[in-house]
């Protein structure tokens, strides 16, 4: 029996499959990621380090505004949001794909990677 292909994965024009798999970088614009040089309080830093890892090659920048797991302080929406949005908002024209990231589960509103008030 044969398995099923899976589906590919494409961003932007880009074919991402098992072939050609996608490097993702992580950027965390949380003060408690459980790993320290990752985290990226100002908005600054946490576009140079993204930057970066575009230009390291990978394909994908994962903004992260929430800590993963369970440990950690409860953090709402409009606060993920306001740590998430300035990133991705400077980001949208250099990055493949930008995803904001959210564990929690529940749906989530669309988080327009466009700044409304430009």
């Known amino acids: ?7 590919p994965l494409i961003l932007r024009g880009q074919r991402f499959d098992a072939a050609r798999p996608a490097v993702m970088g992580i950027v965390n614009r949380t003060p408690d990621s459980f790993y320290a040089p990752a985290r990226h309080g100002d908005v600054g ?3 140079a380090r ?6 390291e ?12 797991g369970q440990e950690g302080d409860w ?5 993920e949001i306001d740590r998430v949005r ?10 493949p794909a930008c995803s904001p990231r959210s564990t929690r589960g529940a749906p989530r509103s669309p988080m327009p990677a466009r700044d409304s008030s430009t």
């Not at 029996?1 to 589906?7: R, Y």
């Open 1 to 7: 029996m044969t398995q099923p292909t899976p589906a």
């Open 45 to 47: 830093s946490a576009v």
């Open 50 to 55: 993204a930057t970066a890892m575009l230009a």
């Open 57 to 68: 090659g990978v394909d994908i920048v994962d903004i992260g505004g929430v800590r993963a």
């Open 75 to 79: 953090v709402d929406e409009a606060t």
């Open 86 to 95: 300035p990133v991705l908002v400077a980001l949208r024209e250099a990055a």
